[in-house]
Structures are given as structure tokens and as C-alpha cells.
Nanobody
């Protein structure tokens, strides 16, 4: 069983920045050996892939919609993954979910575990 807890969401003006954190709890080395990433879901829309990083950090995927603005990092010693979000836009408003998968996911269908989500609201 894997538990994920996100933090760092909130309200920010357009052009601002936020940093999301996700703490992973699981037995053994499950967290450090898994792919960790982020998805988001806006009202009335499907949950969409944002970013993911392989267990060793040698592979990072970023959605085109946030490329150049968002950065994913992870700290395996702390069992945490982070999403640095810069130059935020109103269209980035959504609930952001931390995810654990066994392959780098391109779809929510490939995710094994989800966090509870954290709201990010960007005002214009």
C-alpha cells in the first residue's frame, strides 16, 4: 500500500509561482523505486498528465502545456516529489494530484496510486 500526501496549493495571481510537495509513505523501497509524478483536473475536464520522473531521475516527462514553466524534482531520501510552477496562468487552475506508477505514465489509467489532491487557483 502506498500513501501520498500533497501540500503547497493555494491562491496565486497570474504570473506568480507555487511549489507543490508530495510525501510518499510505503513499505521498503517502494517510493524510491517507483515513478512519481503529477496530474491535474479542472472542473468538467479529464484528469491530465503534467509531469513525471523516473525513480533514478534519468527520465523526466513534462506536458507541452506547462513545458518551460513547470519543473519536477524528487528527493528519494525524503521520499518526496515536487512540482515547481512558475509563470502561472488562470488556465492552470485545477486540483493537482500526486501519482505513483510503475512506468512513466501518459494517462491517468497507468497510475497505481493517487494522493488526495491539492487545489491551485490562479486569478487573472
Amino acid at each position: 500500500q502506498v500513501q501520498l500526501v500533497e501540500s503547497g496549493g493555494g491562491l496565486v495571481q497570474a504570473g506568480g509561482s507555487l511549489r507543490l510537495s508530495c510525501a510518499c509513505a510505503a513499505s521498503g523501497r517502494t517510493c524510491s523505486l517507483s515513478v512519481m509524478g503529477w496530474f491535474r483536473q479542472a472542473p468538467g475536464k479529464e484528469r491530465e498528465f503534467i509531469a513525471a520522473m523516473s525513480s533514478s531521475g534519468d527520465r523526466t516527462d513534462i506536458a507541452d502545456s506547462v513545458k518551460g514553466r513547470f519543473t519536477i524534482t524528487r528527493d528519494n531520501a525524503k521520499k518526496e516529489v515536487y512540482l515547481q510552477m512558475n509563470s502561472l496562468k488562470p488556465e492552470d487552475t485545477a486540483v493537482y494530484y500526486c501519482a505513483v506508477a510503475w512506468v512513466v505514465p501518459s494517462s491517468w489509467r497507468q497510475v497505481a496510486y493517487w494522493g488526495q489532491g491539492t487545489q491551485v487557483t490562479v486569478s487573472s
